[in-house]
């Protein structure tokens, strides 16, 4: 019973502190959060949803960093990366390609999907090319 107090009172300590510090933290540091929690979400909703996160606009560096974590993630999730990427707009697709070039993860990125078959990783590719 002692322990299961001790444990209460950690994660009571830890969510409080977690929303002073959300409650402090600037628009890139929320949609790091959110992204990061989406992503978590990844494998109990609707891909839909993720999607519509993607595309919806939060600000020019809020966006930039919502995509560069979704990128990142990708590289190491690539089968769950191409599944959204099927539904993700043509418009946010063309952004991922900037992101990737101007976030200087484009060598990796380019060398985990090289040999890709996918359109949208391919369409990424071409944008990356562009970039240089």
């Not at 560096?61 to 919502?66: D, I, L, Q």
């Given at each position: 019973?002692?322990?299961?107090?001790?444990?209460?009172?950690?994660?009571?300590?830890?969510?409080?502190?977690?929303?002073?510090?959300?409650?402090?933290?600037?628009?890139?540091m929320k949609i790091n959060?959110?992204?990061?929690?989406?992503?978590?979400?990844?494998?109990?909703?609707?891909?839909?949803?993720?999607?519509?996160?993607?595309?919806?606009?939060?600000?020019?560096?809020?966006?930039?960093?919502?995509?560069?974590?979704?990128?990142?993630?990708?590289?190491?999730?690539?089968?769950?990366?191409?599944?959204?990427?099927?539904?993700?707009?043509?418009?946010?697709?063309?952004?991922?390609?900037?992101?990737?070039?101007?976030?200087?993860?484009?060598?990796?990125?380019?060398?985990?999907?090289?040999?890709?078959?996918s359109n949208n990783i391919?369409?990424?590719?071409?944008?990356?090319?562009?970039?240089?």
């Open positions: 019973m002692k322990i299961i107090k001790i444990i209460l009172i950690i994660f009571i300590i830890t969510f409080a502190t977690g929303i002073f510090v959300f409650n402090q933290s600037d628009s890139i959060i959110y992204t990061r929690y989406m992503i978590f979400m990844n494998n109990f909703v609707d891909k839909k949803h993720i999607v519509m996160w993607l595309e919806n606009y939060h600000g020019e560096a809020p966006n930039v960093e919502k995509l560069r974590i979704f990128i990142e993630w990708g590289i190491k999730n690539k089968q769950e990366f191409i599944k959204i990427l099927r539904i993700v707009n043509f418009k946010t697709r063309e952004k991922m390609s900037w992101v990737v070039c101007d976030s200087n993860i484009k060598n990796i990125f380019y060398k985990e999907f090289e040999y890709s078959e391919n369409f990424i590719i071409k944008g990356i090319k562009k970039c240089k």
